[in-house]
């Protein structure tokens, strides 16, 4: 029988799968919790297999399907030596079980397996260059050291200025407001909120930062343009590296880029694929070499 195909994207926000037969014909798809394997390795390895758990009984198949199934994942994290070496000892039920990062897939996916880079701006954020015989990676170093542009930063940034308007060091407005009533209007609410906080909570007010801004809040406004100005800064040392293509990809990446530099929103071009796309390219390669 053909080898079926699978597809693993795990990020900070959520993890998706999608499983295919060997012509790319999509038998599932399932979206589960978040899969950073450096942040919370243990609970990522849980979501991961969960929503392999999911596809193949959405898709109906038997459990001795897997065993002709090739595994590509791409995982937020996996970029940490420490992490990669930790990542060999799980061996979930496959045919073949291949890994790379987050990162990695979204620029096969984008470029169609062609040279060319991408900027993840989600709950975290890294690039990729890819100039067809290896990958440069940038960023993806985490949260408190990196994710320049990323939702948790920016989440991060809008809680501390909430903070700062709530003690009346700089002027509250609308969005500072809700914020702190998202603790109650308590500065000690918010402090133990944040001893256990993880990136995706702290993004999670990234929607109502950007719908202020919208509305002409200043506060909302500093602050996408600062997430715009962070972007900025990874996107030029990509595009030097990228024979002319960059893509941004992630939950920030269509509501950031009406507030970059136009020259720099110039310069992207549109995803071909998204990132489980780019893991099922790879899926299929593998397929095809000889055993």
């Given at each position: 029988?053909?080898?079926?195909?699978?597809?693993?994207?795990?990020?900070?926000?959520?993890?998706r799968?999608?499983?295919?037969?060997?012509?790319?014909?999509?038998?599932?798809e399932?979206?589960?919790?978040?899969?950073?394997?450096?942040?919370?390795?243990d609970?990522?390895?849980?979501?991961?297999?969960?929503?392999?758990d999911?596809?193949?009984?959405?898709?109906?198949?038997?459990?001795?399907?897997?065993?002709?199934?090739?595994?590509?994942?791409?995982?937020?994290?996996?970029?940490?030596?420490?992490?990669?070496?930790?990542?060999?000892?799980?061996?979930?039920?496959?045919?073949?079980?291949?890994?790379?990062?987050?990162?990695?897939?979204?620029?096969?996916?984008?470029h169609d397996?062609?040279?060319?880079?991408?900027?993840?701006?989600?709950?975290?954020?890294?690039g990729?260059?890819?100039?067809?015989?290896?990958?440069?990676?940038?960023?993806?170093?985490?949260f408190?050291?990196?994710?320049?542009?990323?939702?948790?930063?920016?989440?991060?940034?809008?809680?501390?200025?909430?903070l700062?308007?709530?003690e009346?060091?700089?002027?509250?407005?609308?969005?500072?407001?809700?914020?702190?009533?998202l603790?109650?209007?308590?500065?000690?609410?918010?402090?133990?909120?944040?001893?256990?906080?993880?990136?995706?909570?702290?993004?999670?007010?990234?929607?109502?930062?950007?719908?202020?801004?919208?509305?002409?809040?200043p506060?909302g406004?500093?602050?996408?343009?600062?997430?715009a100005?962070?972007?900025v800064?990874?996107?030029?040392?990509?595009?030097?590296?990228?024979?002319?293509?960059?893509?941004l990809?992630?939950?920030?990446?269509?509501?950031?880029?009406?507030?970059?530099?136009?020259?720099?929103?110039?310069?992207?071009?549109?995803p071909?694929?998204?990132?489980?796309?780019?893991?099922?390219?790879?899926?299929?390669?593998?397929?095809?070499?000889?055993?």
């Open positions: 029988m053909q080898s079926l195909l699978l597809g693993i994207d795990g990020g900070g926000t959520h993890c799968g999608r499983l295919t037969d060997s012509a790319g014909r999509v038998l599932a399932a979206t589960g919790g978040p899969a950073n394997v450096w942040s919370q390795y609970a990522a390895i849980t979501a991961i297999e969960s929503v392999i999911t596809l193949f009984q959405q898709a109906g198949l038997a459990a001795d399907a897997r065993d002709r199934t090739l595994l590509v994942a791409g995982l937020a994290g996996a970029n940490v030596a420490s992490v990669h070496t930790r990542l060999q000892s799980w061996q979930p039920r496959c045919q073949g079980r291949y890994l790379f990062t987050d990162v990695e897939i979204a620029c096969a996916g984008a397996g062609a040279p060319g880079a991408v900027l993840i701006v989600g709950t975290g954020s890294q990729a260059a890819w100039d067809g015989a290896q990958f440069t990676l940038l960023g993806g170093w985490g408190a050291l990196s994710d320049a542009g990323s939702g948790a930063i920016l989440g991060r940034r809008a809680r501390r200025l909430a700062l308007a709530h009346a060091i700089v002027p509250a407005s609308a969005l500072t407001e809700r914020i702190m009533a603790h109650q209007n308590s500065p000690e609410l918010m402090l133990i909120w944040s001893q256990q906080a993880t990136p995706a909570e702290w993004g999670s007010v990234v929607p109502e930062v950007f719908a202020a801004a919208q509305q002409g809040d506060h406004i500093a602050l996408v343009q600062q997430a100005a962070d972007i800064q990874m996107v030029q040392p990509l595009l030097a590296r990228s024979h002319g293509k960059l893509a990809m992630g939950g920030l990446a269509v509501p950031i880029q009406p507030w970059l530099p136009a020259e720099i929103a110039a310069q992207l071009v549109p071909q694929g998204d990132a489980l796309s780019g893991a099922l390219r790879l899926a299929s390669q593998f397929s095809q070499q000889p055993a």
